[in-house]
Nanobody, 126 residues
């Protein structure tokens, strides 16, 4: 059974940093692409970042380029999203998602993910 557990969210002032973690179990982690998505009440879920199964390729939304970094350690079955120089518009619930993928591919669309975590709240105050 696929399980994804996010952690690391919280309240931070603008300009601060947070590091989100997505811990995985129940599947061949190294064969799955991982995506990070953000949802704000009343808005559609937005893709933030994604990483290919072996970590060779990454994707970032334009709004977070230069501020967010995604990395993974397949031996630990974990993915991290380092978020620096945060802005209030980054506030929302952050979800990680996993889907079987080709070694060198990232998966960017939420419609292509079937496995989701429960989310972690990130609040950036101005």
């Amino acid at each position: 059974q696929v399980q994804l557990v996010e952690s690391g969210g919280g309240l931070v002032q603008a300009g601060g940093s947070l590091r989100l973690s997505c811990a995985a179990s129940g599947f061949r982690f190294g064969d799955f692409a991982i995506g990070w998505f953000r949802q704000v009440p009343g808005k559609e879920r937005e893709g933030v970042s994604s990483i290919s199964p072996r970590g060779y390729y990454t994707f970032y939304a334009e709004s977070v380029k230069g501020r967010f970094t995604v990395v993974r350690d397949n031996s630990k079955r974990e993915v991290w999203l380092q978020m620096d120089n945060l802005k209030p518009e980054y506030t929302g619930v952050y979800y990680c998602a996993a889907e079987l993928g080709y070694t060198h591919h990232v998966i960017c669309s939420e419609n292509d993910y079937e496995n989701w975590g429960q989310g972690t709240q990130v609040t950036v105050s101005s």
